[in-house]
Nanobody, 115 residues
Framework: QVQLVESGGGLVQAGGSLRLSCLASETITDFDAMAWYRQAPGKERELVVGIMSSGHTNYDDSVKGRFTISKDNAENSLVLQMNSLKSEDTAVYYC?????????WGQGTQVTVSA
């Protein structure tokens, strides 16, 4: 069973930065795609950014130019660098991976941005 464990969330002031990491229990190069989702209180879970095995990325318009996704293959980690954070970025952030139509989710990490 694949395990994904997020870390790096916390409380930050608007305009600040956070770096989220997702440690996978298996080699991340084996995944067809990985992504970061988020879910704010009272809202549905939404895609923040995805990255294919090819390296192609797909950012939500709301985070373009502020967030950067990357993979650290040596550490089996997916990283999300978040800059210029806004209060509307407040949410639980989830790591996601898919391989051969099997989907895996992390437990989530809370990001809170104070105005």
């Amino acid at each position: 069973q694949v395990q994904l464990v997020e870390s790096g969330g916390g409380l930050v002031q608007a305009g600040g930065s956070l770096r989220l990491s997702c440690l996978a229990s298996e080699t991340i190069t084996d995944f067809d795609a990985m992504a970061w989702y988020r879910q704010a209180p009272g809202k549905e879970r939404e895609l923040v950014v995805g990255i294919m095995s090819s390296g192609h990325t797909n950012y939500d318009d709301s985070v373009k130019g502020r967030f950067t996704i990357s993979k650290d293959n040596a550490e089996n980690s997916l990283v999300l660098q978040m800059n210029s954070l806004k209060s509307e970025d407040t949410a639980v952030y989830y790591c996601y991976a898919v391989r051969a139509n099997f989907e895996y989710w992390g437990q989530g990490t809370q990001v809170t941005v104070s105005a």
